[in-house]
C-alpha cells in the first residue's frame, strides 16, 4: 500500500474533499461510510475504469439513496445505470427525483415507500398513482389526470384529500362527509349534502368567519373559527361576552350580527 493510503486510513472520510491526491480505494473507504461523500469525489483525476466508476457509485447508494445525485452516469450501461438507481431508490425512496429514466418499479417502490413521492414520478400510471394515495392520501395533490377511483381511494386513506378532488362526485362527498362532517366546507356542492347529514352552512362574511352546524343526537353543535363543537348557548355566550363581546348600537363587534341572524335558523 502506497504511503498515501497509509495516511488516508489516519484521517476522517470527511477529509476527502480536500485531500490533495485522491485515490480509488480512499474514495471507495469514504463512499462506504457516507455515500453522499461522492459529490466529492474528484472524477476528472482518478482516471476510473467504467467498472470502477460503477462499483463507486453503487456502493455509495446503496450507504445512501440521495447520493445518485452526485453519480458519474455518462459512459455506463444502460443495465448499470438502471441498477444504480434502483438500488438508490430502495435505499431511500426520495432518490426517484434524481432518476432521469424512470422505470414503473423504481416508481411504484418510491411511492408505496412515501406516497408525496408521486410528485417526482414523470410517467404517472394508475397504477402508480394508486398505489401512491393508498400509503398517503393526501399526495392526490400531485397527480397530473385524477380519476374518479383514485380520489375515492385517497378520500379513503385521509379524509382531507377532499380538498384537492376535482372532480366532486357524489359517492366521494358521501365518503368524506361520512368520515367528518366538519369537511362540508371542503365540499363545493355543498346544498346537496345538507340536509343527508343533518349540516348547516354559513359562508365567512367580511370579519364573520364560517360557521358549521351539525345535528348529533338530537342537538345542534357549532365549529367556529378553533371553537369545535360547541353548543348554541356557549356560542351566544361567546358572541355576547368575549373580546369586546356585541353591541350594535356602540357598534362594537357588529360583524357578529351575522351569527345571530344564523342561529335564528335553530330556535
Not at 112 to 134: F, H, M, S
Not at 149 to 168: M, T
Not at 219 to 235: A, M, N, P, S
Request: hydrophobic letters at 35%; aromatic letters at 10%; glycine letters at 4%.
Amino acid at each position: 500500500m502506497r504511503k498515501i493510503e497509509l495516511d488516508w486510513t489516519k484521517k476522517d472520510v470527511w477529509d476527502l474533499k480536500f485531500e490533495k491526491t485522491q485515490t480509488y480505494e480512499m474514495c471507495i473507504d469514504a463512499v462506504r461510510q457516507y455515500g453522499c461523500l461522492l459529490e466529492h469525489v474528484r472524477w476528472s483525476e482518478l482516471n476510473l475504469t467504467k467498472e470502477q466508476i460503477y462499483n463507486l457509485c453503487l456502493i455509495a447508494v446503496k450507504q445512501n439513496g440521495k447520493a445518485l445525485k452526485y453519480a458519474k452516469l455518462d459512459g455506463l450501461s444502460k443495465e448499470q445505470i438502471d441498477k444504480i438507481c434502483l438500488e438508490a431508490v430502495k435505499q431511500n425512496s426520495s432518490a426517484i427525483q434524481f432518476v432521469e429514466n424512470q422505470t414503473e418499479e423504481m416508481c411504484l417502490i418510491a411511492v408505496k415507500n412515501w406516497g408525496w413521492n408521486l410528485y417526482y414520478v414523470k410517467n404517472q400510471l394508475d397504477k402508480i398513482c394508486l398505489e401512491a394515495v393508498r400509503q398517503n392520501g393526501i399526495s392526490l395533490q400531485y397527480m397530473n389526470k385524477q380519476t374518479p377511483k383514485i380520489c375515492l381511494e385517497a378520500v379513503k386513506q385521509n379524509v382531507c384529500a377532499i380538498r384537492f378532488v376535482k372532480e366532486q362526485t357524489p359517492e366521494i362527498c358521501i365518503e368524506a362527509l361520512k368520515q367528518d362532517k366538519h369537511l362540508i366546507k371542503d365540499i363545493k356542492n355543498k346544498e346537496e349534502y345538507e340536509d343527508m347529514f343533518n349540516i348547516k352552512y354559513l359562508e365567512a362574511q367580511g370579519k364573520a368567519r364560517e360557521v358549521i352546524a351539525i345535528r348529533e343526537d338530537g342537538r345542534w353543535l357549532f365549529t367556529v373559527g378553533c371553537q369545535r363543537d360547541i353548543d348554541k348557548e356557549t356560542f351566544i355566550d361567546r358572541i355576547y361576552n368575549t373580546d369586546g363581546g356585541f353591541d350594535l348600537e356602540k357598534r362594537i363587534n357588529v360583524h357578529r350580527q351575522v351569527y345571530l341572524d344564523f342561529l335564528k335558523e335553530f330556535e
